[in-house]
């Protein structure tokens, strides 16, 4: 019996392809579990239209995660720490201390599960981080950790909007 599958199955395949399983199978655990459907002719049809609005999702929630990852891209952070001796900072770093400053700077709100940091931050200086978007869509993003001593001399948060805004306002 041919079915389609509504569920990824680890033996059988991935959602939306239509296998050959045995009709029992098929008729005992498959289709009562709500794994698959039967293969029939408007099954297809309703399940090529659902296809379609899925890769037209898709194609929007890329687009969006390629605006934020601009202005992600564009951006700088700072992110004042204690420190000590040759610009070693007490403890590291966090993925909640990054939300936090992009959040300050404005930047759009980032679930912070998608913060990915490669190596633990543990000294003074610029770090680039990614931020996972979607499964193709990453962002660099740069930090700038500085001491809560020397908080003066780093860099401002920066963003394309805030440069914009300024030069207006000069004008």
Do not use: C, W
């Not at 395949?13 to 002719?41: C, M, W």
């Not at 408007?42 to 090529?48: A, E, M, P, V, W």
């Not at 969006?64 to 992110?79: F, G, H, L, Q, Y």
């Amino acid at each position: 019996m041919k079915v389609i599958l509504k569920k990824d199955h680890e033996l059988l395949g991935d959602e939306g392809q239509i296998v050959d399983v045995k009709n029992g199978y098929a008729r005992n655990f498959l289709i009562p579990n709500g794994v698959a459907v039967q293969a029939t002719e408007s099954n297809l049809k309703i399940y090529d239209e659902i296809r379609k609005q899925r890769r037209r999702k898709i194609e929007k929630q890329m687009e969006e995660s390629r605006s934020v990852a601009d202005k992600i891209t564009s951006a700088n952070i700072r992110i004042a720490v204690k420190s000590g001796e040759e610009g070693r900072i007490f403890g590291s770093v966090t993925s909640q201390m990054i939300h936090d400053a992009m959040l300050a700077a404005g930047l759009e709100a980032v679930d912070r599960k998608k913060i990915v940091i490669k190596e633990a931050i543990k000294t003074l200086g610029e770090h680039i981080i990614d931020i996972k978007l979607q499964h193709s869509v990453i962002a660099p993003l740069k930090v700038f950790v500085v001491s809560i001593d020397e908080l003066e001399k780093a860099p401002e948060v920066v963003t394309e909007d805030a440069v914009q805004e300024e030069s207006k306002v000069q004008e």
